[in-house]
């Protein structure tokens, strides 16, 4: 009989001894792998151990379906972006990169214009905080005006893009029938903390002025991302409501950031995950940061902020994912501030999951279920 959910999780107790082992052994260790790798170190690969002890977890909690994206992307050879320096890191294989694996190996079209024909895409720039970016307009067939979501990308501040989150705002424009405007904000560590913030905003506020000319309607505009970029929409949110701005139609956070502390239940439980562990994030807050007081500015420290008179939030986390419990103590925080939310939590994906709808059940199901959330804000 396979493995329900309940009993892969009674399984996986067994492998990391919740809790006195898991409060003990895999916290000191998984701190001695995100230490900054010794001086001269140049084998950038994952550590042995801490790659079967994924794969272990995996086998027992992933579904099947995420378990051969995961094996098409450890095929790429990924290194352990701990121990690289930033462009390393960029050009590491993605998990984007993993579902084109997948889809070559099964003799299925690469092509995004394909695998969505209802949404075209091109490229433009619009106006940051600090000069011209580059953004990806997806635009659904129809004559419009669509409504309008501004989109932000994950890679942990540091690395990814437009490109690489593709699929993750193409099927947010087919499911919501939305024009979806893709961001490529400044990236750490060349532009640290807040920067990235200041062209989430100015994003916004050039989307209201410029929605109608891309067959937007400016009256009905939200904001979404994931991972970093899920904490970037909501981040802006908090700054339009400070700033006087339109207020967002919505917000869609995909399994965002909204703390700092890196001993949260799901960190610890996922200290080893893949394609997201603890090590990882670590380091991208360490390119990220000026300084040790960024961690508590509320732009990051999201729970910890203002967050009455938000619009709906919708939140979606995965259940391998060190950010699970980002979204669950958001959930609270959104509570308390009585705004109104929904959040879903996808059993057996991990970290980058939603993006991948081409090859995984669950992706399909998430990008309906936010299409759905994006079309009942909107007042279709």
């Given at each position: 009989?396979?493995?329900?959910?309940?009993?892969?999780?009674?399984?996986v107790?067994?492998?990391?001894?919740?809790?006195?082992?898991?409060?003990?052994?895999?916290?000191?260790?998984?701190?001695?792998?995100?230490?900054?790798?010794?001086?001269g170190t140049?084998?950038?690969?994952p550590?042995?151990?801490?790659?079967?002890?994924?794969?272990?977890?995996?086998?027992?909690?992933?579904?099947?379906?995420?378990?051969?994206?995961?094996?098409?992307?450890?095929s790429?050879?990924?290194?352990?972006?701990?121990?690289?320096?930033?462009?390393?890191?960029?050009?590491?294989?993605?998990?984007?990169?993993?579902v084109?694996?997948?889809?070559?190996?099964?003799?299925?079209?690469?092509?995004?214009?394909?695998?969505?024909?209802?949404?075209?895409s091109?490229?433009?720039?619009?106006?940051?905080?600090?000069?011209?970016?580059?953004a990806?307009?997806?635009?659904?067939?129809?004559?419009?005006?669509?409504?309008?979501?501004?989109?932000?990308?994950?890679?942990?501040?540091?690395?990814?893009?437009?490109?690489?989150?593709?699929?993750?705002?193409?099927?947010?424009?087919?499911?919501?029938?939305?024009?979806?405007?893709?961001?490529?904000?400044?990236?750490?560590?060349?532009?640290?903390?807040?920067?990235?913030?200041?062209?989430?905003?100015?994003?916004?506020?050039?989307?209201l002025?410029?929605?109608?000319?891309?067959?937007?309607?400016?009256?009905?505009?939200?904001?979404a991302?994931?991972?970093?970029?899920?904490?970037?929409?909501?981040?802006?949110?908090?700054?339009?409501?400070?700033?006087?701005?339109?207020?967002?139609?919505?917000?869609?956070?995909?399994?965002?950031v909204?703390?700092?502390?890196?001993?949260?239940?799901?960190?610890l439980?996922?200290?080893?995950?893949?394609?997201?562990?603890?090590?990882?994030?670590?380091?991208?807050?360490?390119?990220?940061?000026?300084?040790?007081?960024?961690?508590?500015d509320?732009?990051?420290?999201?729970?910890?902020?203002?967050?009455?008179?938000?619009?709906?939030?919708?939140?979606?986390?995965?259940?391998?994912?060190?950010?699970?419990?980002?979204?669950?103590?958001?959930?609270?925080?959104?509570?308390?501030?009585?705004?109104?939310?929904?959040?879903?939590?996808?059993?057996?994906?991990?970290?980058?999951?939603?993006?991948?709808?081409?090859?995984?059940?669950?992706?399909?199901?998430?990008?309906?279920?936010?299409?759905?959330?994006?079309?009942?804000?909107f007042?279709?």
């Amino acid at each position: 009989m396979p493995l329900v959910p309940r009993a892969r999780r009674a399984a996986v107790v067994s492998l990391i001894a919740l809790p006195g082992l898991l409060g003990g052994m895999v916290l000191s260790t998984a701190t001695a792998w995100a230490a900054d790798p010794p001086p001269g170190t140049t084998d950038a690969r994952p550590g042995a151990v801490k790659t079967a002890i994924a794969k272990s977890m995996n086998k027992l909690r992933a579904d099947g379906d995420m378990q051969a994206l995961l094996k098409a992307h450890e095929s790429l050879r990924p290194k352990a972006i701990e121990k690289l320096d930033p462009a390393g890191a960029r050009a590491n294989p993605t998990m984007a990169d993993a579902v084109q694996v997948l889809l070559r190996q099964n003799n299925r079209p690469t092509d995004p214009a394909t695998l969505v024909p209802e949404v075209t895409s091109r490229d433009i720039t619009l106006t940051g905080a600090a000069g011209a970016l580059p953004a990806r307009v997806f635009t659904p067939v129809g004559p419009g005006p669509f409504p309008v979501v501004v989109y932000f990308h994950g890679g942990g501040w540091v690395t990814a893009d437009k490109q690489v989150y593709d699929a993750g705002a193409r099927g947010i424009a087919a499911q919501a029938q939305a024009l979806v405007i893709s961001v490529d904000y400044r990236l750490a560590p060349e532009h640290k903390f807040p920067a990235a913030w200041d062209d989430a905003l100015a994003a916004y506020r050039w989307t209201l002025a410029n929605a109608e000319s891309l067959k937007g309607d400016p009256s009905r505009v939200a904001l979404a991302g994931e991972s970093a970029g899920g904490n970037l929409a909501l981040a802006t949110a908090v700054a339009a409501r400070d700033a006087g701005l339109q207020k967002p139609a919505h917000v869609l956070a995909v399994y965002p950031v909204t703390q700092t502390s890196l001993n949260t239940e799901s960190f610890l439980e996922n200290a080893f995950a893949q394609p997201l562990n603890r090590a990882m994030v670590k380091w991208f807050v360490k390119q990220l940061i000026r300084d040790e007081a960024d961690l508590k500015d509320p732009r990051l420290q999201l729970i910890d902020a203002r967050l009455e008179g938000l619009p709906s939030v919708t939140l979606i986390s995965a259940r391998i994912d060190p950010l699970r419990s980002d979204s669950a103590k958001l959930a609270d925080a959104l509570k308390k501030a009585d705004v109104s939310f929904e959040r879903r939590d996808y059993e057996g994906v991990t970290h980058e999951f939603f993006g991948a709808y081409a090859v995984l059940e669950k992706a399909r199901n998430a990008q309906t279920f936010a299409g759905e959330r994006l079309r009942k804000a909107f007042g279709e």
